[in-house]
């Protein structure tokens, strides 16, 4: 049994209200002399190919949208009655919404990139995911819709650089991002003039508001992992095409201090993990200044001896 448009409130226009804010979802309408059909789906999670031989060209290619129906509705994987719960969870996990004659039934397109897919080389971790972001910005969003499968997570597509005409995409949680933020950062983004823009830390330094400030305001990660859950903490993330880095804002300084595998382990070794970085920075920053000062204050207190050293 197939849903019905009016069947638990799951509608063409009831789909596109929750999936509103979406910068990749697709809204298409396949016409034919025989009649048409509707298609929404999420490009970035959905897999173009199984979409156009299994879905697109089999409609013109039988001629009658019945025998379409039933083609789609007996086919493996498709699902027919459901609820808005499931409904949703299916778009976000790569299914097809078709609407052929009053009937919705979504069909499993999922699309998992992993061309260009490789493991991570400057935030290795002991445990975890180890794939890293790659330079095309498709493969970007699969991993990281695929993490985090929530009509909250939205997205907003821009183009910058008058020459070189680089994709950005800015991500955020809106049940938990501040507004204030991204309202500064599209305020930012959008005056922005370049010829050209190529990487992460040319974009990092043209949104900076203070060019003098010593530490930074956001952070630059190569893991989809550290994207998600920055995302789930209430940040903004930004990845641009041609880079396999994306930028997370705002930080804080205990950012600076926190690994992916601190969220793994255990919480206590967590957090000594977490000491131990702090204590080495501490040492670094203090303890060539406490020799100085102990030497120059009596030679005697260490021996010339350790002193040559």
Known sequence: MSVQQDKHNVS???IKGELDGFADLIDRTLVAPFGQINLIYIKSVTDSQT?????????YEMGDTNAYRDYITTYPGTEEETTKDVAIELMLSGYVLLSINDVICFFDAIGTESSGVSETSAESIS???SDALTEDLAVNLNMIRRRY??????METMVIGDVSKTKVAILYDISRVDHSVLAELREKMNTLEVDILQATGELEKFISSDKLRILPKSII???????????SEGKVAILLDTTGYAIVLPSIFNDFFTSMDDKIQFPIV???LKLLRIIGVCMTLWLPAIYVTLTSYNPEIVRVQVALL
């Not at 893991?223 to 859950?229: E, H, N």
């Open 270 to 272: 967590g957090r000594f």
């Open 149 to 154: 499968q929530s009509t909250n997570l939205k």
């Open 51 to 59: 979409l156009s031989r299994h879905v697109i060209t089999p409609f």
């Open 221 to 231: 990660t190569e893991r989809p992992d550290r994207v998600v859950f920055n995302l």
């Open 12 to 14: 063409l226009e009831w």
């Open 127 to 129: 445990q975890g995911p």
